[in-house]
């Protein structure tokens, strides 16, 4: 391996494992809760470039990593407000609405980064980390979990408390009735539109967050199509995961480990074609669909708009 | 025999009139590119030499950028439609579509790595290489690097980009063999992948390397920031060599060169080619000799360094030195230090 697995160098690795894991699991976490509820939200991409770019110029104009993570939640919740309009009040078909987001905001944003960036690509300072005393002076492991921005442990931290929402909550079981059995959850005088509106506003405020933490830490800049289908994978991650948050983080951290094993391999100079090695992120997501998506349950209304009294 | 004779003198008076429709005239040619024109790399430098080419030509010239990768077939037909007489389309990803459109609305094409693709009249390959210029970008980083080691950051493998990759490493390995090259892929095409560059050259960075060879469009603003925001090894600053454009006008101290490439000469041939009824019979290339390909110099590098560099491109004009263009992945990989012997 030629000398070059240094410390430093592994604790790098499976710092950028993280980084590259937590905008998926943001987006997938958001995902899951709007399929929850009957809602497949394809614009999820969508959601992301708006709160990528929204997170970027929130914080680039006011200096402040938590602004931009405030203004990319409420960008992605906006453009999830216009497909709640239209697909969740309105009934139009998901998908359709779903990708014609998605398009509409890589036009938009490549449009205003275009007016706004494109002359200067202004970038941020390095994110400031939050670190674990004790933990982060554990040699390699240290430096590579126990030295992220706050962000990061929120976002583990959203998993047990998605996971307690679903299991013990009112609000849980709504989503999931919503999804399941809407004309139940109906009849049991819960509003199914009103249901399916929250986990969409929140799926894009999620989305919207991993978009800002792509782009504020992740990269530490906006520039056209940054997302490069995080979102798509956000879905897949949602449906493998059959509705269990935990399965999302363990997701989303193998697809991130997959992608610091593609430089590690380069880097130890493993002599097989480049294209190989970087088709194991991928092939990663195969196996976990092959070992579990046909065991993988979608609710049973998921993708059907919900109208009263229609048969 | 006579329906024989009708047919073959139809088909030569249509070819006449099809290659007299082809040729000699340029009224407007268009450019399609990827991404914005404002990228400081390959779409600025390509509108901007099609913008001067036309200039000089008194041509009108078309641009539709930001297009992305996908299909361009619709604005391959628009702009042949409003009667463009060559339609550059300026990314490899559009090396498919843009045959089809030339043979379906019978107007000249000009792509990009695909050196078999010529057709007399209708489809020109301007697969072009600034390796000469990678080569002293290599000798340049071999002499400054203080961990001896350096690393290339590549956000995909098209020819053009290997054999820049592969000069580099040439160059590094002719300057000191005991430089140690650590190669790294971000993606198959992670063209605009800004935080998968920043993620790979962080740990590029972190096995050593003190100056970044970058080739990525938009995801070279990732290695970018990497670069300002990482320490070298020794605590010192990481440097950046960038390709194609200038990104001086953004630099934060960071940027020690650039491969920067000029493509007017290479559009200037191309309508000239057309107006002699030569286009698709040839290839392009760019060059030091010229001045097509040039290292850029920064307030990074000092004056004596500079100097040899320059008597480098002496040599390298003179014949002096060869530098060979590597086209093939494999190939480019096994010159890599990183990779296994």
């Keep these: 391996m030629n000398g070059l697995f240094s410390e430093v160098f592994l604790s790098a690795l499976l710092f950028g494992a993280v980084t590259a894991a937590v905008p998926l699991l943001l987006a997938g976490l958001g995902e899951q809760m709007s399929e929850k509820a009957g809602v497949l939200n394809i614009g999820i991409e969508g959601m992301m470039l708006a709160g990528a770019y929204l997170g970027f110029v929130g914080a680039f104009y006011s200096e402040s ?247 | 025999m006579k329906i024989i004779k009708s047919i073959g003198s139809a088909f030569v008076i249509s070819s006449l009139l099809l290659g007299s429709a082809l040729a000699g005239e340029v009224k407007s040619i268009a450019i399609l590119t990827p991404e914005e024109g404002t990228d400081y790399g390959w779409n600025q430098q390509g509108i901007d030499a099609a913008k001067a080419a036309g200039e000089a030509a008194g041509v009108e010239v078309v641009v539709a950028q930001g297009l992305g990768y996908g299909d361009v077939r619709p604005t391959l037909r628009e702009l042949a439609s409003d009667g463009a007489s060559l339609l550059i389309a300026h990314a490899s990803g559009y090396n498919t579509a843009a045959p089809e459109i030339a043979k379906e609305m019978n107007v000249p094409v000009a792509i990009v790595d695909t050196p078999n693709g010529l057709e007399k009249g209708l489809v020109a390959d301007y697969t072009l290489s600034g390796h000469e210029g990678a080569y002293l970008a290599g000798r340049l980083a071999a002499k400054m690097s203080r961990s001896k080691t350096v690393g290339v950051v590549v956000s995909g493998e098209p020819p053009s980009w290997n054999s820049q990759s592969g000069a580099f490493a040439q160059g590094v390995k002719a300057e000191n063999p005991d430089v140690k090259i650590i190669y790294a892929v971000i993606g198959p095409a992670a063209y605009s992948d800004a935080a998968g560059g920043k993620r790979v050259t962080e740990s590029v960075i972190a096995s050593g390397a003190d100056i970044i060879f970058g080739q990525g469009n938009g995801s070279s603003f990732g290695m970018l920031q990497a670069v300002e925001t990482t320490k070298a090894a020794d605590g010192g600053k990481v440097y950046f060599i960038d390709v194609i454009g200038d990104k001086s006008p953004i630099d934060k101290g960071f940027l020690l060169s650039s491969v920067v490439w000029n493509i007017e000469p290479v559009y200037a041939a191309m309508i000239a080619d057309i107006k002699n009824d030569t286009f698709g019979t040839k290839h392009y290339a760019i060059g030091l000799k010229d001045n097509s390909v040039e290292l850029l110099k920064t307030p990074a590098i000092p004056d004596d360094v500079w100097s040899q560099i320059e008597a480098l491109r002496e040599d390298i004009v003179s014949g002096k030195i060869k530098v060979e263009p590597v086209y093939d992945a494999t190939a480019v990989r096994a010159l890599m230090t990183s990779v296994a012997q």
């Design chain 1, 65 to 311: 990593l938590w602004l931009g993570f405030l203004t990319g939640a409420a960008g992605g919740a906006a453009v999830a407000a216009l497909m709640a309009l239209l697909c969740v009040r309105l009934g139009l078909n998901q998908i359709v609405i779903g990708i014609a987001l998605t398009l509409g905001l890589e036009g938009l944003t490549a449009l205003l980064h275009h007016f706004q960036f494109s002359r200067s690509y202004p970038r941020l300072p390095a994110a400031d980390p939050t670190v674990i005393p004790l933990l982060a002076d554990i040699p390699v492991i240290g430096p590579a979990f126990f030295r992220h921005h706050l962000l990061v442990y929120l976002a583990v931290l959203l998993v047990v408390v998605m996971s307690y929402l679903y299991r013990r909550t009112q609000l849980g079981l709504n989503l999931q009735a919503a999804g399941d059995k809407p004309a139940a959850l109906d009849v049991a005088g819960i509003d199914v539109i009103r249901t399916r509106t929250i986990a969409v506003l929140t799926t894009g405020a999620l989305a919207g967050l991993g978009g800002a933490y792509l782009a504020n830490v992740g990269a530490g800049l906006f520039i056209p199509f940054i997302t490069n289908g995080a979102g798509f994978l956000g879905i897949v991650l949602a449906m493998l995961a059959r509705g269990r948050p935990v399965w999302v983080l363990f997701g989303a951290l193998l697809f991130g480990a997959c992608l610091s094993l593609t430089t590690a391999m380069q880097v130890a100079g493993i002599n097989i074609p480049t294209d190989v090695i970087q088709m194991l992120p991928f092939l990663a997501v195969m196996i976990m669909l092959v070992l579990f998506g046909r065991q993988a349950s979608l609710p049973a209304a998921l993708g059907i708009p919900y109208e009263r009294g229609a048969r």
